[in-house]
């Protein structure tokens, strides 16, 4: 081979590692991914550095810089984290799925009110005791103040012709959501965005609508994480507060062992697993909680 050969070889082989390096640094792009060239490709430079969110930010008491509105839904989120979607909805509608956004920024009051209603509702239907609603509610909606949905980079995201049929995978289960669940494993990585809440550990249940995006959350959660002081979340107005406040610790913990850890590891493993469940972000909440998108 002569030396224009040996050099093109070797800048075609820089360029690739260069572009498998920058999937990690995107992270959560299930490893197959990588190496399909059907689907879409790598996007071509790192997402820009989160914007800083102060501790008020992270707890949902004050609005994150930047937030976009996306018209057809009327949802917010971060700049960036839109864009994202922008881009993951109009790979989709190329390949037949139309999504909507169900869910996307929420502050300290929204969720609040939605977790009220959920204790209401409790207290009303299975006349739980303190310990019984904070177990059930928590199941389906976040403590105020520790919902991922304040950072504005969580995304409840559904499918136009399948709002209210995203359950677990059964049976049962139509074709079409099996499909759509796959669609969304194999192209929402592609775009920064990973599935946080599997259900295998802690809190929440399982929650295949709920996309996170991953290059900014993973520096939110760290900083979240480190937050020493959470008295302003335990407020009078938040029910069931006394019993929250009592436990708070073993709450955090179970709230914060919901994370799937692989949407945060520099080399995600390969995950096989359908998804299963959905209840998409109802926006209008309804007395029959078996899984709520957009509540968590
Ligand atoms: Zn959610």
Not at 104 to 112: A, E, V
Not at 148 to 163: A, F, K
Not at 181 to 186: I, V
Not at 196 to 211: F, I, S, T
Request: proline content about 7%.
């Amino acid at each position: 081979m002569n030396e224009t050969g040996k050099s093109s070889q070797s800048l075609y082989s820089r360029l690739f590692i260069v572009l498998l390096a920058m999937n990690c640094i995107w992270g959560c792009a299930p490893h197959r991914l990588a190496l399909k060239p059907s689907v879409t490709p790598v996007p071509s430079q790192p997402p820009p550095e989160p914007p800083v969110l102060t501790i008020d930010q992270l707890l949902g008491l004050q609005r994150p810089p930047d937030l976009i509105r996306d018209t057809d839904s009327d949802q917010y989120a971060q700049r960036t984290v839109m864009e994202n979607f922008w881009k993951l909805k109009e790979k989709a509608a190329q390949d037949g799925w139309h999504l909507i956004l169900v869910s996307g920024y929420r502050s300290f009051n929204h969720q609040r009110h939605i977790w009220n209603h959920f204790d209401a509702l409790y207290q009303k239907t299975d006349n739980l005791d303190e310990k019984g609603r904070a177990r059930a509610v928590m199941s389906l909606v976040s403590v105020p103040g520790l919902s991922r949905h304040h950072w504005g980079t969580e995304l409840d995201i559904s499918e136009v012709s399948l709002r209210g049929q995203l359950v677990n995978i059964h049976p049962d289960t139509p074709n079409r959501v099996v499909q759509f669940y796959d669609w969304m494993e194999r192209n929402a990585p592609l775009f920064g965005f990973c599935k946080v809440y599997l259900g295998k550990k802690g809190a929440v249940r399982d929650e295949p609508w709920h996309w996170s995006f991953i290059p900014f959350s993973r520096v939110y959660q760290e900083q979240f994480m480190a937050i020493k002081d959470f008295h302003r979340i335990m407020n009078d107005k938040v029910s069931n507060v006394g019993y929250l406040m009592k436990n708070f610790k073993k709450i955090l913990k179970q709230e914060i062992r919901s994370i799937n850890s692989e949407c945060f590891q520099a080399k995600p493993t390969e995950n096989s697993d359908h998804p299963s469940v959905e209840t998409e972000g109802q926006q209008q909440l309804t007395p029959v909680p078996k899984a709520v998108e957009g509540a968590d």
